[in-house]
């Protein structure tokens, strides 16, 4: 989602809100795991990175062009960071750490014919990438990656909620559910009235999703290990949730 030269922060839970930002297009915006950094993607001028809590900012593009297109950042463990880089039309995955500051292409074992659609990351530190129609994983930080699973479908969005269980959004086919870790796949429809999934967002025991004009949400029976937790919990169980559950429609669908 662009939001054209100014963003909004809050330092009290949305009672009152700042607005800060400057004279770029924004496109996406991630904090690091147990850090100060904050990275916001742009729509033409790079990536920017903010360590006083988005006061002022400074150009993160070591490694990718100064005019690249950055439509997704996700953060990751181990001080690893990954973002959707769109150069020229062609969107790949580069990955940054903190030691290093520098971006580099993520994508070996990737089909790089395609664009990459999306990026998640489990709280135990495995990596998820969605290319077209087909689940890549990697459990090196990015530096390889496996195809898991090819879906009927051209794959749009990605959220992963365990260690175990993930969510896919499609053009077409509503979301997709794996509880395996990426290995098997199954609808996971009951409730949705659109089956054009553009985003899947987490929001605590709630997850978001839908696109312009509609909006559902879906509840857990238990809130799932925040990312901003990564570190500590890598080895932390699955969440159990109950086996049945609807989408609730939260906007009106188009």
């Known amino acids: 989602q662009r939001f054209s030269g100014h963003g909004f922060k809050s330092t009290n839970l949305g009672v009152t809100w700042t607005e800060w930002g400057d004279a770029l297009d924004y496109t996406s915006l991630v904090f690091a795991a147990g850090d100060s950094l904050l990275l916001a993607g742009t729509y033409g001028q790079g990536i920017r990175?903010?360590?006083?809590?988005?006061?002022?900012?400074?150009?993160?593009?070591?490694?990718?062009?100064?005019?690249?297109?950055?439509?997704?950042?996700?953060?990751?463990?181990?001080?690893?960071?990954?973002?959707?880089?769109?150069?020229?039309?062609?969107?790949?995955?580069?990955?940054?750490?903190?030691?290093?500051?520098?971006?580099?292409?993520a994508d070996n074992g990737i089909d790089t014919t395609k664009n990459i659609n999306g990026c998640a990351v489990m709280p135990d530190g495995t990596?998820?990438?969605?290319?077209?129609?087909?689940?890549?994983?990697?459990?090196?930080?990015?530096?390889?990656?496996?195809?898991?699973?090819?879906?009927?479908?051209?794959?749009?969005?990605?959220?992963?909620?365990?260690?175990?269980?993930?969510?896919?959004?499609?053009?077409?086919?509503?979301?997709?559910?794996?509880?395996?870790?990426?290995?098997?796949?199954?609808?996971?429809?009951?409730?949705?009235?659109?089956?054009?999934?553009?985003?899947?967002?987490?929001?605590g025991m709630t997850f978001s999703a839908g696109k312009p004009g509609s909006l559902f949400r879906r509840s857990f029976s238990a809130p799932r290990p925040k990312p901003v937790l990564a570190f500590p919990l890598n080895n932390a169980p699955a969440v159990p949730r109950p086996s049945v559950l609807s989408w609730t429609n939260d906007g009106a669908a188009t």
């Open 49 to 105: 990175y903010s360590t006083d809590g988005a006061t002022t900012w400074s150009a993160m593009n070591a490694g990718i062009p100064d005019d690249a297109q950055v439509p997704i950042l996700t953060d990751g463990r181990n001080g690893w960071m990954y973002a959707c880089v769109n150069i020229n039309g062609a969107v790949k995955l580069y990955r940054l750490h903190r030691n290093a500051m520098e971006w580099s292409r």
């Open 127 to 203: 990596v998820f990438a969605i290319v077209w129609d087909r689940i890549y994983r990697s459990l090196d930080d990015g530096a390889t990656w496996t195809q898991t699973a090819i879906l009927n479908d051209y794959l749009q969005s990605v959220c992963a909620i365990s260690n175990t269980t993930l969510l896919v959004g499609t053009v077409s086919a509503g979301t997709y559910r794996s509880t395996d870790g990426g290995n098997t796949w199954g609808s996971f429809n009951d409730g949705l009235t659109t089956l054009n999934i553009t985003a899947i967002r987490p929001g």
